[in-house]
């Protein structure tokens, strides 16, 4: 990866922080996640006549992508339905890129170097650490650490095929546009289930965050999946995850919450993981 891309990377990382922090300070997270997505649908809906359509060989990707995403929408609210969002978080976020550095050698032939690989495990390590509390030991927090393992294989799921499905698109904005404006439909007809008579509250009280939440969340994972028609994946994923870090200091800044020691260590280490992933580009 070269410094632009790691830098736009950075910036994606950045922009879903920020989303993210909407999700996270709403009352009803199940009913604002969807309605970032229904933006970011129809935004992406907007582009189609302008991007043209992806070639027919990454459409069974598509396809998959969006099966992969409703899972992990499932998985992420039933998370935290049961655990804290600081412990249940970070670890989903942690493990992906790992996963995606095992599996992307069979998927798509990329095997990192031992720098490379170190760079992604510390990474990787930094951010799952502020989920390492003493409690997540006991017996009660079972449920969540295996939901939140659950919700990193989705997201380490999506990414290997994504990443395979944008390269094969011939047109990374085409594959970009036709999966946001096809991918919010599984999550929105979940929640007109679920949540019918919260959606007109939700949209009164909070629909500012969720039109800029699904701008940025558009921007973000648009950003993400054109790196990865460009880079090798579990470098790629393992920037991407910064955000967990991005997203500590947004909720020590602007909600009041302490940042602390841990997540001073867990900076660090992911300072330095980038730093190793910069040092050993080609």
């Known amino acids: 990866m070269d410094l632009q891309l790691t830098l736009l990377v950075l910036l994606a990382a950045f922009m879903h922080a920020v989303w993210n922090t909407f999700v996270k300070s709403s009352r009803d997270r199940l009913t604002e996640l969807t309605l970032i997505n229904v933006v970011s649908g129809l935004i992406a809906a907007c582009a189609l006549p302008w991007v043209g359509v992806p070639d027919p060989a990454s459409w069974g990707y598509i396809l998959a992508s969006i099966i992969i995403h409703t899972a992990y929408y499932i998985f992420l609210v039933l998370a935290y339905r049961v655990g804290d969002l600081s412990h249940v978080y970070p670890l989903a976020r942690g ?3 790992l996963i995606v550095a095992l599996f992307s ?4 032939g990329e095997v990192l170097n031992g720098p490379q690989l170190a760079a992604v495990v510390l990474i990787s390590a930094s951010i799952a650490s502020l989920a390492l509390i003493g409690r997540w030991q006991q017996r009660e927090h079972l449920k969540p650490v295996l939901l939140a ?15 395979t499905g944008v390269r094969l698109s011939g047109n990374a904005l085409a594959y970009i546009a036709w999966l946001f404006a096809l991918d919010y439909l599984p999550l929105l007809t979940i929640t007109l289930v679920l949540r019918r008579g919260a959606i007109g509250r939700t949209l009164r009280g909070q629909w500012r965050t969720g039109v800029l939440g699904g701008m940025l969340a558009l921007s973000a994972y648009g950003l993400v999946i054109w790196a990865l028609s460009l880079g090798a994946m579990a470098p790629i994923a393992a920037l991407r995850e910064t955000s967990v870090i991005i997203a500590a200091l947004i909720g020590a800044l602007f909600l009041g919450e302490p940042f602390g020691r841990r997540r001073v260590l867990a900076a660090a280490g992911v300072a330095i993981g980038v730093i190793m992933l910069r040092a050993t580009a080609s």
Do not use: R
């Open 95 to 97: 493990v992906s890129p």
């Open 105 to 108: 050698g069979i998927v798509a």
């Open 149 to 163: 393992l659950g919700t990193g294989c989705t997201i380490a799921g999506y990414t290997l095929v994504d990443g």
